[in-house]
């Protein structure tokens, strides 16, 4: 008597209302957190203070960082540039942050003028910018490892700092670790050889490694071992928290059974099906009943199972580590 209040029963839009609720309540909680971690306590990023300048130019190709003989002086060294000095404006434009100020120096070749601020006034410096070869920039503030290309070269390293983001600087970050978040979901199948390989083998195991509730734990009690200020501390947990949230929402989207997503795509595709029997005028196919593909489900949820158990081993046995 209670086959029409049956769950495959129910339209197809109130069924992805209900199987998306749970991971978005992740989704929710991860952007929660983090928007409150980098607009209230900030995160530790490069800035537009000199941390360094470099006596010559050196390619960054070069496997060493020492000055051959005759090299010329870099351009930051012969502008007078030090370490310490904010720079406020490249060529008239003011920086707002070491990603801005980095492009801009990449786009440049020849004099620029740049606006420094040195114990509490300003200066303006003149630097005859070069070609050289940097560390290639992966779009984010990072950069790829061994990828090198030519660019306008200035010569000194940013100082870091914990610095509070903007709203929209904190919604840039939020897109950045999704966009991640999607690509090592991706790649995951590919690092069960070396995870593998350091649960039973001894391998190393690397710092982009699989990690499980175990290893979460682990990397919980290095954070507040860290000889860091106690609200980094704190903030660096939020952070994971907001990792996992984050990690489950995406995990669960996957249009696999049992997970939520594969409940979804069972809704998605009986509206298509639906739609396609009305536009040729064919008889409504009714319901899609996701149980039919419970054997599918059984394998999807036993593989599951068996990385659940490898990640463990590998947390206990060869755990990830900060420090």
């Not at 060529?91 to 492009?103: I, R, S």
């Not at 070869?133 to 990828?147: E, F, I, L, M, R």
């Not at 990690?211 to 734990?217: D, K, L, P």
């Not at 949230?245 to 059974?257: G, Q, T, V």
């Amino acid at each position: 008597g209670d086959e029409k209040r049956l769950f495959y029963t129910r339209k197809p839009w109130k069924r992805v209302i209900v199987m998306f609720a749970g991971p978005f309540m992740n989704l929710i909680l991860a952007v929660v957190i983090f928007m409150s971690v980098l607009m209230g306590f900030g995160i530790n990023t490069q800035t537009t203070q000199v941390g360094s300048v470099s006596e010559c130019v050196i390619s960054a190709a070069a496997k060493t960082d020492k000055c051959p003989h005759g090299a010329k002086d870099s351009p930051a060294e012969a502008a007078g540039l030090r370490a310490g000095d904010k720079i406020v404006s490249f060529n008239g434009h003011a920086v707002p942050d070491w990603g801005a100020l980095q492009q801009q120096i990449r786009d440049t070749t020849g004099p620029a003028t740049l606006v420094v601020e040195r114990h509490g006034a300003r200066r303006t410096l003149h630097a005859d910018l070069i070609e050289n070869k940097v560390a290639k920039t992966d779009g984010h503030g990072g950069y790829v490892p061994g990828q090198f290309v030519t660019a306008g070269f200035l010569g000194f390293t940013p100082a870091s700092g914990v610095v509070q983001q903007s709203f929209g600087q904190s919604v840039d970050r939020m897109g950045n670790m999704v966009e991640q978040g999607v690509s090592s979901l991706i790649n995951l199948p590919a690092k069960v050889p070396d995870l593998w390989d350091a649960a039973f083998n001894g391998g190393e195991r690397k710092q982009d490694s699989p990690m499980g509730v175990v290893g979460a734990a682990r990397v919980g009690g290095e954070v507040f071992s860290l000889n860091i200020p106690p609200e980094q501390r704190v903030a660096t947990m939020l952070f994971l928290v907001a990792g996992f949230n984050l990690s489950l929402f995406l995990f669960n989207m996957l249009p696999l059974l049992p997970l939520d997503g594969g409940h979804i795509a069972g809704a998605v595709w009986e509206s298509v099906r639906r739609a396609f029997a009305k536009i040729v005028r064919r008889p409504d196919p009714g319901p899609f009943d996701v149980a039919k593909l419970m054997p599918v489900a059984y394998v999807v949820a036993g593989i599951f199972i068996c990385f659940t158990l490898l990640v463990l081993v590998a947390d206990v046995v060869n755990p990830v580590k900060l420090t």
